[in-house]
Every structure is written in structure tokens, then in C-alpha cells.
């Protein structure tokens, strides 16, 4: 019932910078932790960050100190800002929530999310 949407992919010539945003919706109590993934041609599911409800913070080391990812608890949303883009960084982008919902008939229950993911191309 939780759905999560990624936005802001797009193709970008090596150094440049994308802001990818994932909005989670549904009947939402509380949300854990956030993260990021990537899914590059060939490759398996990469972590790239997470980021905790009290926006702690952890990158992998091939992101540290080019990607920052953000939180905006009022709108259920994560960020990731991609800065000093690599054409190695050209993956399908996802994320990732989990936490605490509601429904009616159920009451509480948690909860553990996948956007669709977005494409980020990185190419001259």
C-alpha cells in the first residue's frame, strides 16, 4: 500500500549534477530509514546511501564526498544530490523505505518499500 516514486533521472555529461528525488505516499505512520540503490547493466543492486530518521547518514565509498542524500520528513521524501558525475555512475537509480503504516482493517503494520526506479545516464 506504501508506494514509492523516483524522479529527476536523466543523461548528463561526466561532471555534471542530477537531484533525484523519491516520494513515498499511502498511509504512512512512520518512516525508518530511507535509501538509495543502483542497478548498473550487468551488474547486481548496489548500495549507495541511507539515511536514518534522525538523518544519520552512510554513503558507499565510491559515492562518498560526490553524492549527499537528504530527507524532507513533512513531505515523505528522500533526495540524493549527484555532483562530479561519472559515466561509471550510469545505473537505474531506486529507493528504498521502510517503516511503520496503517490501515484500517489491519491497523499498524511495517512496512519495507522499492520505487520503480529512474535511469541516470552518464555520457559525453
Known amino acids: 500500500q506504501v508506494q514509492l516514486v523516483e524522479s529527476g533521472g536523466g543523461l548528463v555529461q561526466p561532471g555534471g549534477s542530477l537531484r533525484l528525488s523519491c516520494a513515498a505516499s499511502g498511509s504512512i505512520l512512520y518512516i525508518n530509514t530511507m535509501g538509495w540503490y543502483r542497478q548498473a547493466p550487468g551488474k547486481g543492486r548496489e548500495w549507495i546511501a541511507t539515511?536514518?530518521?534522525?538523518?544519520?547518514?552512510n554513503y558507499a565509498d565510491s559515492v562518498k564526498g560526490r553524492f549527499t542524500i537528504s530527507r524532507d520528513n513533512a513531505k515523505n521524501t528522500v533526495y540524493l544530490q549527484m555532483n562530479s558525475l561519472k559515466p561509471e555512475d550510469t545505473a537505474v537509480y531506486y529507493c528504498n523505505a521502510d517503516g511503520i503504516g496503517y490501515t484500517p482493517s489491519t491497523g499498524t503494520k511495517a512496512f519495507g518499500s522499492w520505487g520503480q526506479g529512474t535511469q541516470v545516464t552518464v555520457s559525453s
Open positions: 539515511i536514518t530518521s534522525s538523518e544519520s547518514t
